[in-house]
Structures are given as structure tokens and as C-alpha cells.
């Protein structure tokens, strides 16, 4: 064909169906048959309906790489997501930024590459991005972390307009699951200045703020998962080779941020376990507390010493070392490392971290906690022994012994007798009364002068002493084994209840302990 002639194509005769040659093989059928208009306009539509419904997004969404904020505020999140944002929202009191919205992003490192090697990279694509670092005041050499960009320049600066910069925090450190993990906080700050006040309760979704986050991390996830840090890649062929000989180790780092992780869960795990045993002996202490209270004017007015029991000894247990800053990894031995990946032998050493952090919190939290189980025992022995001297010494003071006598005068029983160890007013039921406690019974005087009566309730026919509310007021409700079976005590001072209480649940302890057989134990 002579090159200057245009080139012809007829279109007006129909395609002629292909002759069957030596080239005409099964594959070469399947070419033209998908290559068919049929087929085509099948693949059209499909790819339409693919970037209609984002499922190419979903399809190719890498499990290292999550954003963890959602651009609808209003779609409920699961559990788990929940738990993800809170804990990321937790590393944001180390950022010297505030904001009121921040778009956040995760991404799974492996944990064989140094920290230095994540900054040069993550530096590197801010960068790009016209993001300058920012450093802090006291050491201009030491990076916070945060890089910065100014957004728009226009107007100069005043009293409700600051230039707007967008802000990118990154960190690096370790999830609740012990995995290394970049997290990077994106957000805007400056514009108009507008007061607290006239804030909304929750900032407005800003579009145009999650597209720039969602650029930047893109470019992050690409050059990461180019580079090779990001975790699936251990698990990858390039990392499955049992040939490979090059030694592997974990990074420093790393290692050290697994260690405080631990060592937070276990003053976590401390508290928790600790916090009912010392409610415990608070508890104790201050019934101790309210008791003595009670007993103090006795104490005065007849001079006596204030007991002071000896304390029991301490005896703490030789704690283990809890410092992990000597922790060594351990590698595989020859004959384990033998026919391993790469992959496989970080995944065994951070496994191997991960089992001896278990043991040495383990252990630590074990000894601990008996330690405290002892020393909330020894405090509590303390307080009831106290309790009991404290009484003791009163109910042993000849003097204090013709309390009650004198008080009731010759209109009492001849055989009362004893220390008053508390006087009153009260309500008993709905008469009023003057209230008396004495080691052996308790007294209520009712009426006045020559009409007055009295009643008595001996200790060894009381069964238990409670504090109910009764429309809302305190009393004390005297369960005992006499006729009425029960009498309810409202004491004029309310500030009196649980201190007369205290009184009287000590008493009654002691009375228990006398009359318990084959105790052993004498009387008060």
C-alpha cells in the first residue's frame, strides 16, 4: 500500500465470523468473547456500580490502616470502634495543640524497624505536603511531634481572625493489644474567633478538613506499604522465605513501649484489686474513729490514759524486680530459627516479649496483693484491738462504775450500775425519752419528775443492732428477744447515729465473744 493513500475502513459490511485456523485455540475464543460489545457493556456497568457503591474501596482496604473518625458523626459505631477512638482520643493529652474536632487515622507498624526510621519517613511525606515541623521551646533541636501548614494568609491578624493552619500530630507507641501503631490527629485551628458561649455543644462535620486529612494519609499509607513497614507484610511471600539468615531483632523502642503498656495494666490491676481491701480497713478505721469519739469526754473526766495497743510487726515480702529496662529478647535457638521466615521469627520474638511481660506482671501482681491481704489484716487486727482496750479501760475504772446510779438517783433499779457511756435525748417509737448506754443494758428514762418510768433492754437479750432509714431519717433499730421484739431509737442529734451505733455494735461484739462457748475468751 503506497503510504501517501489514506487508509479506508468499511464499516458498511458486516463482521465476518472468524475462520477456524491453527491459531483459532480455546483461549483465543475466550479473548474474543470477552472482547465482544456484550461483554463489555457488562464490564462498564459493573465498574460504575463498583465506584458507585465504593465496594473498590472496601475491596482493597488494606487490615493495617483504619480511620478511626467517621465523617458522619450521627453513624453509631461498634464496641470495638468505640473502644479504638477512646483509647486514641487518650494519647491526645501528650499533643500541645487543642482543638475542638480531630480527624484521626491508625496504621500497624512491624516492630523489627527503628522509631527513626518511621519519623524520617512520616517527616518526609508531611513535607511534601508543605508541612513544617514544629519544635518545642525549650529545646529547639527536639521535634514535638507536630508539623504544621498554613492554609489561607489573607487579612492581617486581629481580635476575631487568626490565620487558619491545618495541624498534624503523629505518634507512635503501642495498642491495648501490644501491637506497634502510628496514630496521626489531623485538625484546624485558627479563623474566626468566636466565643465559648455561642459554640455548638458538638463542632460541625468540616468536609473540607476530612478530604485534607484523608490526602495525607493516603500518601502516608502508600509510601508505608511501599517502604515495606507496615505489619501484614511479615506474613507476606517476600517474608516467607525459610532461607533467609539474616539475623532479626526488635526495636528498642518498641521493646520499651510494651514495657510500659505492661506496667500500666498492672497499676491498673493493683488499684483495682486494692481499692475494696483498703474500703475495707477504711471502713474499720473510721468506725474505730466514731467510737472514740464517743468515749473521749469519759476519758477526760476521769483521767485516764487513752490506750495505745502495740502495732503488729511488718513483714513485707522481697519483691521481684519489675524494671523491664534490662529485658533481653531472646531469639530463637539455631534449631528453632531452622526453616523459619523472616516473619515467623519476629512474630516468635514478639510473642516471646509479650509471655515474659505476662509472668514478671503476673508474679509481681501475685506478691503484691498477699502483701496488701496482710497489711489490711494487720490494720484491721489493730483497730479491733482498740476497739476493745478503749472500752475496757473505762468499764475497769472504779469510778466510772457509779455513773449510772448517780445519774438515775434513787428512782432507778438498785442493781443497775456501770459506766454511762453515752447520754441522750431520743424518741423511742413515738414517746420521748432520755437515752442511757451502759456496758451491760440500755436505759430509757420517760417522763418527768415524780411520774417518770423507766425501761430497760439487757445486752445478752439483744440479737443485733441495725441503722434503717425511716422516711428518710436515721434511727437505730434494736432487735432483741423480749416481748416487743424489736424498738426503734431516733436520736435528737442526728450527727449522734453513727456514732451511737458504733457504741453499741461494739458492745454487743463483746458481749458475742463473751458468751460465745469454747472460746476461750474472759469476760470484759
Same mark, same amino acid.
Given at each position: 500500500?503506497?503510504?501517501? $493513500?489514506?487508509?479506508?475502513?468499511?464499516?458498511?459490511?458486516?463482521?465476518?465470523?472468524?475462520?477456524?485456523?491453527?491459531?483459532?485455540?480455546?483461549?483465543?475464543?475466550?479473548?474474543?468473547? +470477552?472482547?465482544?460489545?456484550?461483554?463489555?457493556?457488562?464490564?462498564? *456497568?459493573?465498574?460504575?456500580?463498583?465506584?458507585?457503591?465504593?465496594?473498590?474501596?472496601?475491596?482493597?482496604?488494606?487490615?493495617?490502616?483504619?480511620?478511626?473518625?467517621?465523617?458522619? @458523626?450521627?453513624?453509631?459505631?461498634?464496641?470495638?470502634?468505640?473502644?479504638?477512638?477512646?483509647?486514641?482520643?487518650?494519647?491526645? &493529652?501528650?499533643?500541645?495543640?487543642?482543638?475542638?474536632?480531630?480527624?484521626?487515622?491508625?496504621?500497624?507498624?512491624?516492630?523489627?524497624?527503628?522509631?527513626?526510621?518511621?519519623?524520617? %519517613?512520616?517527616?518526609?511525606?508531611?513535607?511534601?505536603?508543605?508541612?513544617?515541623?514544629?519544635?518545642?521551646?525549650?529545646? @529547639?533541636?527536639?521535634?514535638? #511531634?507536630?508539623?504544621?501548614?498554613?492554609?489561607?494568609? +489573607?487579612?492581617?491578624?486581629?481580635?476575631?481572625? %487568626?490565620?487558619?493552619?491545618?495541624?498534624?500530630?503523629?505518634?507512635?507507641?503501642?495498642?491495648?493489644?501490644?501491637?506497634?501503631?502510628?496514630?496521626?490527629?489531623?485538625?484546624?485551628?485558627?479563623?474566626?474567633?468566636?466565643?465559648?458561649?455561642?459554640?455548638?455543644?458538638?463542632?460541625? !462535620?468540616?468536609?473540607?478538613?476530612?478530604?485534607?486529612?484523608?490526602?495525607?494519609?493516603?500518601?502516608?499509607?502508600?509510601?508505608?506499604?511501599?517502604?515495606?513497614?507496615?505489619?501484614?507484610?511479615?506474613?507476606?511471600?517476600?517474608?516467607?522465605?525459610?532461607?533467609? $539468615?539474616?539475623?532479626?531483632?526488635?526495636?528498642?523502642?518498641?521493646?520499651?513501649?510494651?514495657?510500659?503498656?505492661?506496667?500500666?495494666?498492672?497499676?491498673? &490491676?493493683?488499684?483495682?484489686?486494692?481499692?475494696?481491701?483498703?474500703?475495707?480497713?477504711?471502713?474499720?478505721?473510721?468506725?474505730?474513729?466514731?467510737?472514740?469519739?464517743?468515749?473521749?469526754?469519759?476519758? @477526760?473526766?476521769?483521767?485516764?490514759?487513752?490506750?495505745?495497743?502495740?502495732?503488729?510487726? %511488718?513483714?513485707? +515480702? /522481697?519483691?521481684?524486680?519489675?524494671?523491664?529496662?534490662?529485658? $533481653?529478647?531472646?531469639?530463637?535457638?539455631?534449631?528453632?530459627?531452622?526453616?523459619?521466615?523472616?516473619?515467623?521469627?519476629?512474630?516468635? %520474638?514478639?510473642?516471646?516479649?509479650?509471655?515474659?511481660?505476662?509472668?514478671?506482671?503476673?508474679?509481681?501482681?501475685?506478691?503484691?496483693?498477699?502483701?496488701?491481704?496482710?497489711?489490711?489484716?494487720?490494720?484491721?487486727?489493730?483497730?479491733?484491738?482498740?476497739?476493745?482496750?478503749?472500752?475496757?479501760?473505762?468499764?475497769?475504772?472504779?469510778? @466510772?462504775?457509779?455513773?449510772?446510779?448517780? &445519774?438515775?438517783?434513787?428512782? #432507778?433499779?438498785?442493781?443497775?450500775? #456501770?459506766?454511762?457511756?453515752?447520754?441522750?435525748?431520743?424518741?423511742?417509737? /413515738?414517746?420521748?425519752? /432520755?437515752?442511757?448506754?451502759?456496758?451491760?443494758?440500755?436505759?430509757?428514762?420517760?417522763?418527768?419528775?415524780?411520774?417518770?418510768?423507766?425501761?430497760?433492754?439487757?445486752?445478752?437479750?439483744?440479737?443485733?443492732? &441495725?441503722?434503717? *432509714?425511716?422516711?428518710?431519717?436515721?434511727?437505730?433499730?434494736?432487735? *432483741?428477744?423480749?416481748?416487743?421484739?424489736?424498738?426503734?431509737?431516733?436520736?435528737?442529734?442526728?450527727?449522734?447515729?453513727?456514732? !451511737?451505733?458504733?457504741?453499741?455494735?461494739?458492745?454487743?461484739?463483746?458481749?458475742?465473744?463473751?458468751?460465745?462457748?469454747?472460746?476461750?475468751?474472759?469476760?470484759?
Amino acid at each position: 500500500m503506497n503510504s501517501t $493513500e489514506p487508509l479506508v475502513v468499511d464499516c458498511s459490511e458486516t463482521p465476518r465470523s472468524h475462520e477456524h485456523t491453527s491459531l483459532d485455540t480455546p483461549q483465543t475464543r475466550a479473548d474474543e468473547e +470477552s472482547a465482544s460489545p456484550a461483554a463489555l457493556s457488562a464490564l462498564v *456497568h459493573e465498574t460504575v456500580a463498583l465506584l458507585q457503591e465504593g465496594a473498590i474501596a472496601e475491596a482493597t482496604k488494606h487490615p493495617d490502616f483504619h480511620k478511626l473518625t467517621p465523617v458522619d @458523626a450521627s453513624v453509631s459505631l461498634s464496641e470495638s470502634e468505640h473502644e479504638s477512638l477512646r483509647e486514641a482520643e487518650s494519647w491526645l &493529652t501528650s499533643c500541645p495543640v487543642q482543638s475542638r474536632q480531630w480527624i484521626i487515622y491508625e496504621a500497624r507498624l512491624r516492630p523489627d524497624i527503628s522509631l527513626s526510621s518511621f519519623h524520617d %519517613l512520616l517527616s518526609t511525606v508531611l513535607l511534601s505536603h508543605g508541612f513544617q515541623p514544629d519544635f518545642d521551646s525549650d529545646d @529547639a533541636s527536639r521535634p514535638t #511531634g507536630v508539623y504544621r501548614r498554613k492554609v489561607d494568609a +489573607s487579612g492581617a491578624p486581629s481580635l476575631f481572625h %487568626l490565620p487558619t493552619h491545618n495541624v498534624v500530630f503523629a505518634r507512635v507507641g503501642v495498642s491495648a493489644s501490644k501491637l506497634r501503631i502510628l496514630r496521626v490527629y489531623v485538625c484546624a485551628v485558627g479563623g474566626s474567633v468566636v466565643p465559648a458561649q455561642f459554640l455548638p455543644s458538638s463542632p460541625s !462535620v468540616n468536609v473540607a478538613l476530612h478530604a485534607t486529612a484523608d490526602t495525607i494519609f493516603a500518601h502516608l499509607q502508600s509510601a508505608i506499604e511501599e517502604i515495606g513497614y507496615a505489619l501484614a507484610i511479615l506474613l507476606s511471600p517476600s517474608f516467607c522465605d525459610g532461607m533467609d $539468615e539474616l539475623a532479626v531483632a526488635l526495636d528498642d523502642d518498641y521493646v520499651r513501649d510494651v514495657a510500659a503498656a505492661f506496667d500500666a495494666e498492672m497499676k491498673a &490491676t493493683l488499684r483495682q484489686l486494692s481499692l475494696p481491701l483498703e474500703e475495707y480497713a477504711h471502713a474499720n478505721e473510721v468506725a474505730t474513729a466514731q467510737l472514740l469519739s464517743v468515749l473521749e469526754p469519759l476519758y @477526760a473526766k476521769f483521767h485516764i490514759d487513752k490506750p495505745q495497743p502495740a502495732r503488729p510487726a %511488718l513483714n513485707p +515480702s /522481697k519483691s521481684p524486680a519489675t524494671d523491664a529496662a534490662g529485658f $533481653e529478647t531472646i531469639a530463637p535457638s539455631g534449631d528453632e530459627a531452622r526453616g523459619l521466615s523472616r516473619g515467623e521469627r519476629v512474630t516468635k %520474638l514478639v510473642h516471646a516479649l509479650w509471655q515474659t511481660h505476662r509472668s514478671r506482671i503476673s508474679s509481681f501482681v501475685d506478691l503484691k496483693i498477699r502483701d496488701k491481704r496482710a497489711q489490711i489484716a494487720r490494720r484491721v487486727e489493730y483497730t479491733t484491738r482498740l476497739r476493745r482496750l478503749a472500752l475496757q479501760s473505762i468499764l475497769d475504772n472504779a469510778e @466510772a462504775k457509779k455513773m449510772l446510779q448517780a &445519774t438515775l438517783g434513787s428512782a #432507778g433499779d438498785p442493781s443497775w450500775e #456501770g459506766a454511762v457511756l453515752y447520754e441522750g435525748s431520743c424518741i423511742l417509737g /413515738k414517746i420521748p425519752a /432520755k437515752f442511757y448506754v451502759t456496758y451491760d443494758r440500755l436505759v430509757f428514762k420517760m417522763g418527768m419528775f415524780m411520774i417518770s418510768s423507766f425501761k430497760d433492754i439487757a445486752f445478752s437479750s439483744i440479737t443485733r443492732v &441495725t441503722k434503717p *432509714h425511716v422516711l428518710g431519717i436515721s434511727v437505730i433499730s434494736i432487735h *432483741h428477744t423480749l416481748q416487743e421484739g424489736c424498738a426503734e431509737v431516733q436520736l435528737t442529734l442526728v450527727s449522734d447515729v453513727d456514732r !451511737v451505733f458504733e457504741l453499741l455494735n461494739q458492745i454487743c461484739s463483746m458481749h458475742n465473744i463473751t458468751n460465745r462457748p469454747n472460746d476461750g475468751g474472759g469476760s470484759p
